[in-house]
């Protein structure tokens, strides 16, 4: 049988139905849960090779053979005592909703850590189909799985699958609509050892759930031994001291906490059937694949393929970027030309025109030709598995600075839009790192500041002081970085997954390009275009010498800028970019190179420009994730260090020039 494109669900039968039928997609992370969603369903979620990406769960329905069906994509989770805020969600969600069948997605190259989890799913008593995920990966490797023996020792059917290239879609549906319409199958429940089991059967009876649900007892039974926080709310205990004196009886004979034994025993069991169903092929030579995958963990050469890629990387963004504005420049400036006339009916109506069109002009021919392919070389890193390289190699310097290695893949998005990368922050589990890389992402110069800066640079300035500013900025963000972790609590240390290195499908790519920019045009594009119209309604009522006037004994007197500046920084906020065309019509000239500006005068207004403040859809996304407290925070030290750096190059190059 042919196997299913994306978002084709075969329509072989039609059956009538009394409500929709749910799916929950559960498994640990990295194990391809986004990757087989996207292939079940026409709605697309963003999938990366990277651990923890899924925060939020995604849901969609499908026709299946005739029938609706409901499929939602849950966070990945590594145990149902969860430690981390995606994890919560995941098992809140299994206990609070009514589930019809759990797909557990298993990467099959790490078998015996995955059915740890699969054991715990087994304890809620839910219809369960098991979805061998990566298959063709882990024969690469020399791992076969017996399915047949698999489904024996759970009674869960089993299908070997790799969702990224859609190989084995059509078994799985078939195995979806038998558990689901036809023959369900509960899955058999692991038992503990002799002991466990007895102390099990004999607090059964000490208490009742509080609501109806569709979790087998034997879960909540398990729970109150093993982890009563989680579940205190849905029970209603009867016979406490009986539940106490039984753990007690536990702790006394293991001599270890409740929750240790519990996960001993599924590991134990873990263990017992990966060594039934797993056949090893022994091979002692490493492919091509694994040898440059130590290459890039080994800290010497790591270290250097590092640097290479990120020289690489930047080299390819400002090539491609510049070449992407380049098209656009010329149907842009003919573009302009159509309302030219409308100058000479209706000034003001001439203004909002134009400020309209500035804004657009600004995001398709400044700010996209630069973040498209910083999209897609980020999506190669990600699917490669290349990202969370970087990440690991780059967790020991971090954690000098405070901050910890999963902020790699934020700051990287960082440079073409701050967006995206506040966005991306998601995946760092710990609450405290998460804000602090968020913080320090504000200060990360993305495309548009990139643009403030090699433009005025190549201007007025050469070359080497671009380097010298960056070399800055990275220093200001380390020091920055380390006098705030001294107010926080420690960084904990880099747990995650290091992904297999893989092969990216280009189909993929493109995908999650497109909509990481509809993203992009949904999210910042009317703020650009918003702003732009602002300035213009302004320019039009003659507001700038006004401005002007206003931030003049701060323009002038601390940073030692001409006043005329003070518009160009004001509307900075809306859009960066606007610094550069306003600088130089502050002065009233048409070429950059003609700004009477000293190199000190520029290297501190440029400084300034990069710490300052978030722009207009950079501070709405912040205010979005984490409310106008920590905002307000990010703002106050932004303009506290965009000072304190100003003055110094002021003070420091007055002194030389």
């Known amino acids: 049988m042919p196997e299913l494109q994306l978002g084709e669900v075969s329509l072989k039968k039609s059956k009538s139905k009394t409500s929709i039928k749910s799916i929950a997609l559960v498994g640990q992370p990295n194990s391809g849960k986004s990757t087989l969603f996207n292939a079940l369903s026409d709605v697309k979620v963003s999938t990366a090779n990277f651990a923890g990406t899924t925060v939020e769960y995604k849901e969609t329905v499908i026709n299946l053979f005739g029938s609706d069906v409901h499929i939602i994509d849950l966070p990945g989770i590594y145990s149902l005592n969860p430690s981390e805020p995606a994890e919560f969600v995941t098992l809140n969600y299994l206990l609070d909703n009514s589930i019809d069948l759990i797909i557990n997605v298993i990467d099959s190259t790490f078998i015996t850590r995955s059915l740890e989890l699969t054991i715990e799913l087994t304890e809620l008593g839910i219809p369960m189909l098991i979805a061998l995920n990566m298959t063709d990966e882990a024969q690469k490797k020399g791992i076969d799985i017996n399915t047949e023996e698999l489904e024996r020792l759970l009674n869960v059917p089993t299908v070997k699958i790799s969702a990224l290239y859609r190989k084995g879609i059509t078994e799985l549906l078939e195995k979806i609509e038998t558990q689901l319409f036809i023959s369900p199958k509960t899955p058999t429940q692991q038992k503990f050892t002799f002991h466990i089991e007895q102390v099990l059967n004999r607090i059964k009876e000490s208490f009742e759930i509080a609501s109806q649900n569709h979790i087998d007892k034997r879960f909540y039974t398990i729970k109150v031994l093993e982890n009563p926080s989680l579940i205190k709310n849905k029970l209603e205990i009867t016979n406490s001291n009986k539940i106490k004196l ?134 190669i890193l990600e699917e490669t598995g290349y990202m969370a390289r970087i990440a690991y190699l780059m967790d020991t310097i971090f954690h000098r600075i405070g901050l910890h290695g999963k902020s790699v893949a934020s700051f990287v998005m960082g440079f073409g839009c701050t967006v995206p990368a506040v966005y991306a922050t998601r995946i760092i589990e710990s609450k405290r790192d998460r804000l602090l890389a968020s913080v320090l992402i504000n200060f990360i110069p993305c495309s548009a500041r990139l643009t403030v800066i090699f433009a005025l640079t190549t201007a007025l300035t050469g070359p080497l002081w671009t380097i010298v500013i960056f070399l800055y900025i990275l220093i200001a963000i380390a020091v920055t970085s380390k006098i705030l972790s001294t107010f926080l609590p420690k960084p904990i240390g ?21 909509y990481k920019i509809l993203e992009f045009f949904k999210v910042a594009f009317p703020f650009l275009v918003l702003g732009s119209l602002a300035l213009s309604i302004l320019d039009y009522f003659n507001f700038t010498k006004t401005m002007n006037s206003l931030f003049e004994p701060f323009i002038s007197n601390i940073l030692g800028l001409p006043k005329e500046l003070g518009t160009p920084l004001v509307f900075g906020f809306l859009r960066k970019e606007l610094a550069v065309f306003m600088t130089s019509q502050a002065f009233g000239v048409n070429n950059l190179s003609n700004i009477p500006l000293t190199i000190p005068q520029v290297v501190s207004f440029l400084i300034f420009i990069v710490f300052y403040l978030p722009c207009v859809s950079t501070s709405a996304v912040f205010w979005k994730e984490f409310g106008w407290k920590h905002l307000l925070t990010t703002v106050v030290l932004g303009f506290l260090l965009s000072t304190i750096s100003a003055l110094f190059f002021r003070i420091t190059l007055t002194t030389i020039f």
């Open 246 to 379: 039984a753990i007690d009886e536990i702790i006394s004979q293991h001599q270890i906490p409740a929750y240790e034994i519990f996960e001993s025993e599924r590991h134990h069991r873990s263990m017992e059937i990966s060594h039934k169903v797993t056949i090893y092929a022994h091979s002692s030579k490493l492919t091509f694949i694994d040898k440059l995958d130590l290459l890039f963990l080994k800290p010497f050469s790591g270290y250097f393929f590092a640097i290479f890629f990120f020289a690489t990387y930047f080299f390819l963004i400002f090539s491609a970027g510049g070449w992407i504005g380049s098209l656009f420049e010329q149907p842009l400036s003919e573009l302009s030309k159509l309302f030219e006339p409308l100058k000479d009916k209706t000034l003001l109506g001439w203004f909002i025109v134009d400020g309209i069109y500035q804004g657009i002009s600004g995001a398709i021919g400044i700010v996209l030709p630069y973040f498209l392919p910083l999209l897609f070389l980020t999506s």
């Open 494 to 514: 880099l747990i995650m997954e290091i992904p297999p290195l893989r092969l990216p499908s280009f189909k993929i790519i493109l995908k999650k390009t497109y």
